[in-house]
């Protein structure tokens, strides 16, 4: 709020009794505007919050006569959205249209949407907009097609359907990003994620605002782009899954209709494996037997960075490949590389010694080096993982960080890229396969409480969630990504100061649901999963146990590695499960107000969970069994042991059953298949409480 | 069976006391025979149901050693089958899997392929197949890839999951296709498919051995092929949704490493607005407005076949585009021209005149003719709807049958074709977009009890399921398709003499769950509607409705064609039921059996039903409701009246009750929302017999 400020300052700097007066009806005023924008979003599920919103005072009520107007003709992405619009709109509500296409000439339309440039979606490109929703018109404006395509957005955010009608919410909108770079990762290395599954999630950024997609493209389980300069890549570098040159088109098409900027990424000189099948002798290990990794895990095959060989196969490979990505940031890895193989190799060592690299940070930096000048010919800027920040890389990279706290650091290496003068963008907090919950990620904020000039403060560019994939197949991506990239996209649209995590969380509810509008698949396929497990039978017995079931968060699922390869199952309960359990939430929230405050309604509504799991495992007795489900078997029996345990002692036999239930809530705590029952701590606190 | 049939004209020949005991004998081992296939197929859900199948005494577990050898090297359709194969049993059944792919070498694998012939789909190939599946192996033998590919996909539906492990049924399976074109025509002009719904329909075909993707790619609502020779088309000529020439190629690729042929269909000279708003100069009409069409029917607008440029365009088209298909059938159309604008052009009257063509029959196969040759030039042979079968029309043309006794003909146009000499294909019978239960098309078959020569019987090819597009959208197209495409699928490949329905039913139950493993949405998205209608609230209620209300079937739901047009909502309460409604099947069952001989037991489970219908009501009332639910409420309420009133009844009131349900079962039939309610032939007898 530039307003503000200004006003502030002018104050302070000639304060006066009369002043001080005027400051406090400013502060009234502004508090007032405060409380009536929680209010609003109390009312309004729009995620991310938009930077000014205002309640107008009537709704705009959908009916067939519905209209849109686009002030012009060269407006490709505009009239997909608006098209799209109209379709999901119609969907959602079940109001047929009269008019199923934009138009350029109706002035009357009932949604006017100007823009003055048609724009290519580019690193600070403006993406501001305006809107208005009144009874009689909706009006929607913006300087570029981008910003008005995050202004439909917004405005089918606004859409409901009530008793009575469909309408959107009356509000007067000014809403531009805080982070000019807002973006996705996503691993197609580990598991190949098909065409389609990367448009609908291309379809879901757009819908919450983001504007990269960060294509993992590489890793030492696969190469996954087709070169006709290099073609054993796609013969040998890959379990067959890759997308041809025409794929990778398509989808950088559809992402920039959308607004949203491709970042590829080609991981070197480590995470090499696949490339070194192909082509062994670019390796850095004589006769060492390179092959495809099918587990998870950091591994030792590596580019010879001495080799002029290698030097010659990137720039051959990114002369190829470099002109499907027109966005001018190209991502090199640059990761997690031990450089173990390159001690083991004496040539490597001799020159190093020669060249004067002390230790093989300097030798990567040289690699590092060699490959901006490559990428700088083809126009392109060298983006890296943050090992790539050694003292001798010069500051025109882009550091994309990663390690923090949780690495052993103090901070977060993107503030240390930014004070040296390194523009940064962080994903360390947002690695959404961690399995971690949406409070978590949704606390993390780019910049926190970091001191950094101004300048600094500039060269932090937004932040990436990244979906690492080892673990995560067509199937279950969608249900790792969704709901909670969309409380991370508000962290880098929204203002510093939106943060009350119980409204966003109302909020992401509904916004997780609208999410199924564009096919994204999070919620449907849990049934699918679990239909499987059943073999067809009923599923309600699952539901409710996957309710409080979360599976283990921080690679504890696959620990080492090897428990999961590339082709193991990924359909198992633990696939069907996520972070967030919706039932354990509740569950937790009513033993922490009934501890707080016993009343009989909330030892009723306790009560009623305890019940509900009992049940669930008689139903789950019921089903005829298979070697699946009786690997779940003892996870249920525990729950229903302590289930009835609590029923009892919470009647009135609590102090006999203490021991009892102590020893039950053990067994439950047991790993099972993979998940941990996340109503653990409510449990014990309320065996003591009772 | 061949050598029965000539065992049998052996003994009628020769038939002597002695002979008439052998055909006793014989008799009695074929009705053997006849009744074990009938006993395992009530074990083992295989459809198609093979030709000839034979126990073994034991099955193959599946464990983590299962490994699979393929006998050659060059074998991307085996290898990309049997990784897939690796892959979904492992995820249907949770083991791991220590190899993950095939390998060419390992002698003692578990699955050993062995195939003689890499082939291309391609009208008339080899696709029979053995398969034994013993206590330590599985064989699988084929002449082509394309026939062990089959064989892989009857493998996988013979893997099952009991209470003690995972295995194969052991089993020796001689099998081949008694149709050679076997296919599945879908319509992506009235409403555009996108490239992943074509891949996973392309996948579930494979599942159940079809083989010809027949691709309706032009229509009056839209013309969906990128034309670098007439860029207008993908301009003006649909709402912007069109295939890439590279994205055509990307779905050819793909089916034919399933062994599916692609025909495209380009209709032409009627169905033509699409083509005519882009370039109306080709039009019959002069002056003619041409624009999109967005409702369903049959329109006017037609190519001028007196034009040399409608030739030059076709010409320069085809010579474009039928590269981009390697199958040598290529699909004309040809159908519904009513000919009303070519009446109404002068020039075109003379035309005729000056020719000798006494009607706009003769005009067309004038304009036909002409085709052929472009076609032939492009070594693609002609095929068309069967209106093209005039009398001048040469019999190199393939004939595809679509009319039959619904449109007041004596017989399907099939039998009148392959009598004239044409090769032919039946569609009349299977379009499954007309919403009829699985049962009818199941009982259709392609030549039936028609009296053919060998050679006339020779001339039918098979048949093809259609499903016309006009209220199928991307989200319901699966529903729509499957499960009875499945069925369909089996009267194309299973002996004439597999009609048994019920055990086809049974089957159909175990295949259309597996589909799910192929990303068929038929099932999954069913709750994205009802979670759409009820906005994200609980969707049991609806379950309940939609498990005995049918959309409005035989194009009754969109009668005149005007009421849904191509951008209205299809996600309405219609487009989340299905044909086969199950509550109505086992209920109309239990009713008919309860009739014929009432018991307690029939009595309680048809007590079951009411009971379940007027919870549901409850569940429903208790819905935050919106405008879309409110439209349901009357034909709830209705099931809810009729509900209760059978409940007393059943209690003893009957008799007084009569007239009351009587007057409610009537208001039980009024159309709501574009269902029926699929009960009420049972009800109304119940009602009698009460």
Not at 39 to 60: C, G, H, Q, R, V
Request: charged fraction near 25%; proline fraction near 4%.
């Amino acid at each position: 709020m530039p307003q503000l400020r200004l006003l502030s300052v002018i104050i302070f700097k000639k304060q006066t009794i009369l002043k001080r007066i005027i400051l406090i009806i400013l502060v009234g005023i502004f508090t007032q505007h405060s409380i009536s924008q929680t209010k609003l979003s109390e009312k309004l599920n729009l995620i991310p919050w938009p930077k000014e919103i205002k309640k107008a005072t009537d709704n705009f009520i959908l009916n067939s006569d519905f209209t849109i107007q686009i002030n012009q003709k060269d407006a490709k992405k505009v009239v997909n959205a608006a098209t799209k619009f109209l379709r999901r709109a119609s969907n959602r509500t079940g109001v047929f249209l009269k008019n199923g296409f934009p138009s350029t000439t109706n002035k009357n339309a009932s949604l006017r949407i100007n823009f003055k440039q048609v724009s290519h979606p580019k690193l600070g490109i403006d993406e501001s907009y305006t809107l208005e929703v009144k009874r009689d018109h909706i009006k929607l404006n913006a300087t570029t097609d981008i910003g008005a395509i995050r202004g439909i957005e917004t405005l089918l955010q606004l859409l409901k359907t009530d008793h009575n009608s469909s309408y959107f919410s009356g509000v007067i909108i000014s809403d531009a990003p805080r982070f000019q770079w807002r973006g996705l990762m996503i691993d197609v290395a580990r598991h190949f994620q098909p065409v389609a599954v990367l448009k609908r999630n291309l379809d879901a950024m757009a819908a919450v605002k983001m504007n990269v997609f960060h294509w993992h493209l590489t890793d030492d389980q696969g190469f996954r782009v087709e070169s006709k300069v290099y073609p054993r890549l796609q013969e040998f570098a890959s379990d067959g899954l890759y997308y041809t040159q025409n794929q990778i088109k398509d989808v950088v098409n559809y992402a920039s209709r959308l607004g949203i900027r491709v970042v590829p990424e080609f991981d070197v000189p480590g995470h090499a494996s696949a490339i070194l099948t192909a082509y062994p002798e670019l390796g850095s290990k004589e006769g060492y037997q390179y092959s495809i990794e099918t587990n998870a895990g950091v591994f030792d095959p590596t580019l010879d960075p001495t080799n002029n060989k290698t030097y010659d196969f990137l720039k051959n490979l990114f002369t190829e490949i470099a002109p499907l990505f027109p966005d001018e940031y190209f991502h090199i890895g640059g990761d997690e590389n031990e450089g173990k193989h390159w001690d083991q190799n004496k040539k490597i060592s001799a020159f190093k010694k020669k060249h004067n690299l002390k230790n093989n940070h300097d030798l990567q930096t040289y690699f590092n080096i060699k490959l901006e000048k490559i990428l700088l010919k083809l126009n392109k800027k060298l983006m890296g993982w943050d090992e790539i920040m050694t003292p001798t890389m010069p500051t025109t990279a882009v550091i994309h960080s990663w390690r923090g706290k949780n690495e052993g650091l103090k901070e977060s290496t993107l503030i240390e890229a930014a004070k040296k003068g390194y523009q940064s963008v962080l994903s360390n907090g947002y690695y959404i396969d961690r399995m971690l919950s949406v409070k978590h990620h949704y606390s993390v904020d780019p910049i926190g409480d970091a001191k950094l000039t101004n300048k600094e403060r500039a060269m932090i560019l937004g932040g990436e969630a990244t979906i690492w994939s080892e673990l995560v197949t067509p199937l279950t991506i969608d249900s790792r990504i969704w709901p909670r990239t969309a409380a991370i996209a508000e962290r880098y649209w929204s203002k510093k100061t939106v943060t009350d995590f119980d409204n966003m969380y109302k909020r992401l509810q509904v916004v997780s649901f609208q999410l199924e509008e564009l096919g994204i698949t999070h919620i449907r396929n849990k049934n699918v999963i679990l239909r499987n497990l059943t073999q067809n039978q009923h599923v309600s017995s699952l539901t409710t146990l996957s309710a409080i079931s979360e599976p283990l968060k921080i690679y504890s699922r696959n620990a080492g590695g090897t428990e999961y390869q590339m082709y193991s199952p990924f359909t198992l309960f633990a696939d069907a499960c996520n972070v967030d359990a919706e039932d354990a939430i509740y569950f937790n929230k009513i033993v922490a107000t009934h501890i707080a405050n016993p009343t009989p309604k909330t030892k009723k509504k306790i009560v009623y969970y305890f019940h509900k799991w009992s049940k669930g495992f008689v139903q789950f007795n019921k089903l005829k069994s298979n070697t699946k489900l009786e690997k779940l078997r003892p996870l249920y029996s525990s729950l229903n042991t302590v289930s009835n345990l609590f029923i009892n002692a919470i009647k009135g036999n609590s102090k006999l059953l203490k021991t009892e239930i102590t020893a039950a809530i053990k067994e439950l705590k047991l790993p099972v298949e993979d998940v941990e029952i996340v109503i653990i701590t409510s449990l014990e606190k309320l065996n003591n409480f009772l």
